[in-house]
């Protein structure tokens, strides 16, 4: 993947990270019924921040001391 794809990637990853966080906070403060969907989705939402870890971690360049 070159640059542009790297950084498009890592905006798709923050949006979706940023939408399941909308879904889980609704879903909190509504005192859902179903903690076990609230839970895959705060899983999801861990694993997208993982990617975007990784990702950000893959443009920031390799400076030599």
Known sequence: MDLNE???W???LKTRHNDLDV????LIDTHHHDSM???R???Q???LKEQI???ESRLIPDLDA
């Open 6 to 8: 790297l950084e498009s």
């Open 10 to 12: 890592l905006d798709e």
């Open 23 to 26: 879904v889980v906070q609704h």
């Open 37 to 39: 969907r609230i839970q």
């Open 41 to 43: 989705l705060k899983k």
């Open 45 to 47: 939402k861990l694993q």
């Open 53 to 55: 870890v990784k990702l």
